[in-house]
T-cell receptor
Framework: EDQVTQSPEALRLQEGESSSLNCSYTVSGLRGLFWYRQDPGKGPEFLFTLYSAGEEKEKERLKATLTKKESFLHITAPKPEDSATYLCAVLNYGGSQGNLIFGKGTKLSVKP | DAGVIQSPRHEVTEMGQEVTLRCKPISGHDYLFWYRQTMMRGLELLIYFNNNVPIDDSGMPEDRFSAKMPNASFSTLKIQPSEPRDSAVYFC?????????FGQGTRLTVV
């Protein structure tokens, strides 16, 4: 069964304290892996797409990386405004085309 | 583009009443998804359409839930009759087969 697991469930950081969020997946064939940010009361906001192992994408203080079994979202010198829930989703070749499988997310809190 | 537009943003209804949620996808997107989000279960896919045709409705909880997409720019999710356990945030999203782009959601409370 295709699965996406994110860890930790929650992460509390001090401003400036760098860390990483993990997304591990088991799918029949990966077409793409996506990272989203979700703020309270809002819909998930698309951040990155990763297609193949070794690929990296960066945006401000965020860098996403991909291996054959997992993805990491690295947060460098975070600020309070980076506080949000970060969701990972995969799109696979097997099963229903076009269907994203989401993890349950990591809730990040950054304290000043 | 204005993004995915959902209405209403909030809905409070009494148990047993019919509820209809509405969605306008991003123009040109050929996939449309309905998700439900709760603290306990996270984001759950209810149903998705490709070119207005329902492809997978295995996530629809039961016969009380139905979804339609009469044209490329409009979809509805209907719950009849509604129950307190249906209380959640319902998201609509659209895509071109890659990353999905989400609306702001409808917060449904059934009392």
């Amino acid at each position: 069964e295709d699965q996406v697991t994110q860890s930790p469930e929650a992460l509390r950081l001090q401003e400036g304290e760098s860390s990483s969020l993990n997304c591990s997946y088991t799918v029949s064939g990966l077409r793409g892996l996506f990272w989203y940010r979700q703020d309270p009361g809002k819909g998930p906001e698309f951040l990155f797409t990763l297609y193949s192992a070794g690929e990296e994408k960066e945006k401000e203080r965020l860098k996403a990386t991909l291996t054959k079994k997992e993805s990491f979202l690295h947060i460098t010198a975070p600020k309070p405004e980076d506080s949000a829930t970060y969701l990972c989703a995969v799109l696979n070749y097997g099963g229903s085309q076009g269907n994203l499988i989401f993890g349950k997310g990591t809730k990040l809190s950054v304290k000043p | 583009d204005a993004g995915v537009i959902q209405s209403p943003r909030h809905e409070v209804t009494e148990m047993g009443q019919e509820v209809t949620l509405r969605c306008k996808p991003i123009s040109g997107h050929d996939y449309l998804f309905w998700y439900r989000q709760t603290m306990m279960r996270g984001l759950e896919l209810l149903i998705y359409f490709n070119n207005n045709v329902p492809i997978d409705d295995s996530g629809m909880p039961e016969d009380r839930f139905s979804a339609k997409m009469p044209n490329a720019s409009f979809s509805t999710l209907k719950i009849q009759p509604s129950e307190p356990r249906d209380s959640a945030v319902y998201f609509c999203a659209s895509s071109l087969g890659g990353p999905a782009f989400f609306g702001q959601g409808t917060r449904l409370t059934v009392v």
